[in-house]
């Protein structure tokens, strides 16, 4: 009974050593990664990790399976996501934080065409000269390089081209009889007679106060020949071009063209899904649109198609610029593998992979003449024609600031709180104050 009871004791002793000596083998293998941590499992422990700024939304999940494959393809670096809002201003905020606190957990910056001056300006970006060659710009859309280029330095490298053109309702337009038209005027007449048979919208507007408000302002002020600022950067919005253009949207909705919901559509989804359930005529959207008009369950595949957006009379088609760029961090642990992350994220391989899997649309002028992108991707064409009518948004240092204020303004305007010659008054006035 005593040898038992030794025995006992000696094998639960043996049992409790391994637990613990188990238990300690999972701590240490926890503890060897970084909380948050979504790089693929099996990665090299002392590999050089990059932190990357990506866009919430990834559509098909193109973006996470190119990580995955540069992970696979690099044993001594690996990328990890820093997912950052899909709204344009609340991602601004979220990256001006990360960058003005000198964080070194985002080492490359995924940047709105709009912030290039602002950014460099504040001394937040390393300008990309030597490594992002004019040889290697001319690779790519000389629109998108140009709104990646400031005070003589080109500071990041075109990923995402995009535009915010017309999609519009091909087989309504035929079955009334119409062609596709090229002023505002026009396009009104039409939208009332078809919204007046049909039962639907005649536009669907993304007009909340949000950064795409000013997208979509932007374009109206361009195609009635008005502009935020001259070419000494003096303000010149106070006028009757901007007047006229204000007051054309505030009719479109006064006479029920736009919907008063569009005022509270912050973001481009809100005003796309109508249009994709074929509750709406006419959209100026981002070139997204195509992808998801041609899913198999939508309403209106096969049924869509794009155009410059309008002018009018007397003035000039205006398609606001967007897209999305890689830039380096200053604040970037290792700037040279930062920047071959950026070439091999940018590359024509890549670009291709992501946009054949329905993925975002690339910015190497390659792409818009492989057979095998075109025959998936046939809008693409049509895309570098309204390229033509590429419409920029003020560069400024302070852009954000602009923005803010003449989303207030411009907002107000729509809501009927101010009428188009107060609202376009004031907003000139206050930017007569932000500096230089």
Excluded at 15 to 35: N, P, R, V, W
């Amino acid at each position: 009974m005593k040898r038992n009871n030794v025995t006992y004791f000696l094998l639960s002793l043996l049992a409790m050593i391994m637990i613990i000596l188990t238990a300690c083998s999972q701590e240490d293998a926890l503890d060897g990664q970084d909380e948050g941590d979504t790089s693929d499992s099996g990665a090299n422990g002392d590999a050089q990790v990059i932190h990357m700024a990506k866009l919430e939304s990834d559509p098909n999940g193109m973006m996470e399976a190119a990580r995955q494959r540069f992970n696979e393809e690099h044993e001594d670096m690996q990328v990890e996501f820093v997912e950052m809002s899909n709204d344009a201003s609340q991602m601004h905020d979220q990256t001006v934080t990360q960058l003005s606190a000198e964080s070194d957990n985002l080492d490359i910056v995924n940047m709105d065409v709009v912030w290039t001056a602002e950014f460099a300006e504040a001394g937040w970006i390393e300008p990309l000269d030597d490594q992002f060659t004019e040889e290697m710009q001319s690779e790519f859309i000389e629109r998108q390089v140009d709104a990646m280029t400031y005070d003589g330095h080109v500071w990041a490298v075109p990923w995402f081209n995009d535009l915010h053109p017309l999609w519009y309702r091909t087989d309504l337009l035929e079955e009334y009889g119409f062609e596709v038209p090229d002023t505002y005027e026009e396009a009104v007449d039409i939208a009332k007679t078809i919204q007046e048979e049909e039962g639907i919208q005649g536009f669907s507007m993304h007009w909340g106060r949000a950064e795409q408000l000013i997208v979509s302002f932007t374009e109206f002020l361009h195609a009635n020949n008005g502009n935020f600022f001259d070419e000494d950067g003096s303000v010149v919005i106070d006028s009757p071009e901007a007047v006229e253009a204000l007051q054309f949207m505030m009719d479109m909705i006064e006479e029920g063209i736009v919907s008063p919901a569009a005022i509270g559509n912050t973001t481009p989804e809100d005003a796309r899904i109508p249009f994709t359930q074929g509750q709406a005529m006419f959209h100026p959207n981002w070139g997204y649109v195509y992808t998801e008009n041609q899913s198999d369950d939508s309403p209106v595949k096969d049924k869509t198609w794009v155009a410059s957006n309008l002018a009018f009379e007397g003035g000039q088609k205006a398609n606001a610029v967007g897209g999305w760029n890689f830039a380096i961090s200053t604040n970037a642990k290792d700037k040279e593998a930062a920047w071959e992350v950026i070439e091999w994220f940018t590359s024509f391989e890549n670009q291709k992979e992501v946009l054949l899997g329905g993925g975002q649309v690339g910015t190497r002028l390659a792409l818009y003449e492989d057979p095998e992108v075109l025959e998936s991707n046939p809008q693409l064409e049509e895309y570098l024609d309204v390229f033509e009518d590429a419409s920029v948004r003020p560069s400024h240092p302070q852009y954000s600031r602009i923005s803010d204020i003449s989303q207030s303004y411009i907002h107000q305007a729509l809501s009927g709180d101010l009428t188009a010659e107060e609202a376009i008054s004031q907003l000139a006035d206050e930017l007569e104050q932000v500096e230089q």
